[in-house]
């Protein structure tokens, strides 16, 4: 199918002379080429299919915004500058390109001279800015320990005078000085690895060739569709094949650049970083060192490719990391983890169930866990699979004859599309589960069914997800509301990853298009795209936060709704298989229960109070909050990110977690409901009984 592709797309793209079609040298990227690559993106993508002045406009939008994320080097003047240099670049070109002259190859009226030049202006920038920190770098230089400011470029506007742009950057380099003195280092060693720091950056700047811009502007091109379409260079599209062949190797982390650090974006089940049990979502690279005994390179502002370099390795070889954590109650914490380099473990990844004896509602109760981290396949079709695991589980929890089963999704960020649908099936009988929306409306939608008739779990089920539940996730957890099979809770709504991209390479030299060319609906007609699915009984979590979801990256896709596609023979009204739907008045007396649980419950109370605090402080970062250290406090920390969690330990954690025992709670209750009993008024809290529970 990929090779089909690729067949489709050369002709689209390139008219060369019949020697050059088939060689397999590698092709310089050119002005010529940008036209037809945004042409290339239109015909896959499944929103846009036409240039328009607001695509322009958001192309230009991102460039500035990836060549200045944070608004340190670039004055308003500047954007000015850069906007009209870019208005038209793609217009213009296409009129061109519309006009009929020459094939696509050399146009003479073809010119992309103004995106160099908004380069040239960021580039001097750049330099001018490296001059000021090494002026402010100087001897007469003191820590501000009482320095605040709003880092977040989003929170704040760009800076109008050069005046403006010098204060804000003297507030940062406090904060950036502080960073280093927390790790241990002297002031002058912490200026001269922040005078370094620009110093890489301004030499990054200055090495971009001609074919480096071109690729900055057309992956602002492909940003400006979607979040999730992008350009891969030369250089990048090697570095996406080289994970792909080593994606079961390394540290078992997804890794992102935000604010000049690099940030852990999810930790993958089975990996190196998962089994160390010290390292967690948004934690901060800041240094990277090949082994033990080798020295630390300082990575804050590198770019992420180059982070992703030093951390890469062979299978079995060290590496260590300096992290920074943001602490909920404020400030940070420094520590250093050593891992090595391993192929993820299945057997870590692999679903697994954990049996609770539960009393509630003068019943006790013998519940089920199923952790599922993610959806995993042996794409040979002969190894292990999620579906295989899960269909193993349900029998053994049948077999011990348990009341009602908990599917945990929750840490869960996805994976093979195929088992998605047959592990949503293992809980009906047969019917649709995900349609997947195609570019041309007349071709109506993809149709993904469930069409195994066994029903491995009819009983009572919860299942249980977050934010960061996302893709596959989303179609299991939307397909079970869908068909009222199951009860939502947890985070407020899961991630809202909803649309399908597809990878497909040019010819050599000029990287991969990488493309949205699809959206996903669950049986009810909802797209699960930007808004995710919403749970029935929420519950306070860390991650519902404003910077977590699709819906805060630019430009995400608007959800979409199509007509409902549920199919009768999942339901079963009679004999073993028989389950009975979740009924609206029921989810009523559930949530109302829950509600009074949580608020009663010292772990939900604190998050709570953490996630106010967090909030009223805002983007606020304060330089105190950097340095200053409650010594005992932080060597106990210390000592506990020194320990390597046994599995009893990390099973335990899991079990005691707060949004693992409220599922529980909410299970019963469902199952005392079923059995047409009252939900009775909890005697301890929660957080009181939650020991007795984890004991049993």
Same mark, same amino acid.
């Given at each position: ?559 979409? $709704?199509? /007509? ?5 023979? *999942?339901? %079963?009204?009679?004999?073993? &298989? =028989?389950? +009975? ?33 967090? $909030?009223? /402080? ?5 330089? *105190?909050? %950097?340095?200053?250290?409650? &010594? =005992?406090? +932080? ?52 957080? +009181? ?8």
């Amino acid at each position: 199918m990929k090779i089909l592709i690729i067949l489709l797309l050369w002709p689209l793209l390139f008219t060369f002379h019949a020697q050059a079609q088939f060689s397999r040298n590698k092709i310089d990227l050119e002005c010529k080429h940008l036209y037809p690559i945004f042409q290339a993106y239109l015909s896959r993508h499944i929103t846009y299919s036409k240039l328009n002045n607001n695509i322009e406009s958001r192309t230009i939008e991102q460039f500035i915004k990836k060549m200045d994320p944070t608004k340190i080097y670039l004055l308003v003047s500047d954007v000015n500058k850069i906007e009209q240099k870019l208005k038209g670049q793609i217009t213009k070109n296409a009129m061109v390109q519309a006009s009929g002259k020459g094939g696509l190859g050399d146009i003479p009226n073809r010119n992309c001279s103004g995106i160099g030049e908004a380069y040239k202006i960021y580039s001097s920038r750049v330099k001018d800015r490296v001059a000021f920190v090494k002026t402010y770098l100087d001897k007469s230089f003191k820590l501000d320990k009482n320095t605040e400011f709003i880092f977040d470029p989003d929170q704040r506007k760009r800076p109008t005078t050069l005046a403006e742009a010098n204060n804000f950057n003297k507030k940062y380099i406090q904060f950036q000085i502080a960073n280093y003195i927390a790790t241990d280092n002297t002031l002058e060693e912490a200026k001269k690895n922040v005078i370094k720091n620009y110093e890489r950056m301004q030499k990054q700047v200055e090495e971009q060739d001609e074919q480096d811009v071109y690729s900055l502007y057309l992956d602002s091109f492909a940003h400006s569709l979607d979040p999730h379409s992008s350009y891969l260079s030369a250089d990048q599209l090697e570095d996406f094949e080289i994970s792909m062949r080593l994606s079961l190797e390394g540290i078992g982390a997804t890794l992102s650049s935000k604010d000049g650090f690099t940030v852990i974006e999810q930790l993958i089940p089975g990996g190196a970083a998962e089994r160390s049990g010290k390292l967690m979502p948004k934690d901060k690279i800041i240094a990277v060192s090949q082994g033990d005994g080798k020295e630390f390179v300082n990575v804050i502002d590198m770019r992420l490719r180059d982070v992703v370099r030093y951390i890469r390795g062979k299978k079995g070889t060290p590496v260590r990391l300096q992290i920074i954590r943001k602490l909920a109650k404020g400030g940070t914490k420094r520590f250093e983890v050593s891992l090595v380099r391993d192929k993820i473990k299945l057997e870590d990844e692999a679903a697994s169930i954990e049996y609770f004896e539960k009393e509630a509602n003068g019943q006790k109760f013998n519940l089920g866990i199923v952790n599922l981290p993610s959806f995993y396949a042996d794409n040979r079709g002969q190894g292990r699979s999620a579906t295989k695991d899960m269909a193993k589980l349900i029998k053994e929890a049948n077999e011990k004859k348990v009341d009602g089963l908990v599917l945990d999704l929750s840490i869960n960020g996805g994976g093979s599309l195929e088992d998605a649908v047959k592990i949503a099936g293992l809980f009906f009988k047969t019917g649709n589960v995900v349609k997947q929306s195609n570019r041309d409306p007349s071709r109506g939608e993809s149709e993904l069914a469930d069409l195994n008739p066994e029903v491995n779990w009819a009983g009572p089920l919860v299942v249980l997800i977050s934010r960061i539940s996302a893709s596959a996730s989303e179609i299991v957890s939307g397909t079970l509301k869908d068909y009222e099979r199951a009860v939502i809770v947890g985070g407020d709504h899961t991630f809202g990853k909803g649309s399908v991209q597809s990878v497909e390479p040019l010819p050599p030299g000029l990287g991969a298009l990488k493309t949205t060319v699809g959206m996903f609906f669950t049986p009810g007609g909802n797209s699960t795209q930007h808004r995710g699915v919403n749970s029935d009984i929420p519950l306070p979590s860390a991650y519902s936060t404003d910077d977590i979801g699709e819906k805060t990256l630019d430009y995400s896709l608007p959800p979409k $709704k199509i /007509k409902s596609f549920r199919s009768d023979t *999942a339901y %079963v009204i009679s004999g073993k &298989d =028989k389950w +009975e739907r979740i009924k609206d008045a029921e989810i009523l007396k559930l949530k109302a229960a829950s509600d009074k649980r949580v608020s009663q419950n010292e772990d939900f109370k604190k998050l709570v109070e953490d996630i106010a605090k967090a $909030k009223k /402080k805002g983007k606020l970062i304060k330089v *105190a909050d %950097v340095l200053d250290k409650d &010594d =005992k406090k +932080e060597e106990d920390e210390e000592e506990d990110m020194e320990k390597v969690l046994t599995k009893e330990e990390k099973l335990k954690k899991y079990r005691e977690r707060a949004d693992i025992q409220e599922s529980l709670s909410v299970l019963a209750d469902l199952i005392t409901i079923k059995r047409k009993q009252p939900i009775m008024t909890i005697g301890k809290t929660g957080h +009181e009984k939650k020991k007795e529970n984890t004991n049993n």
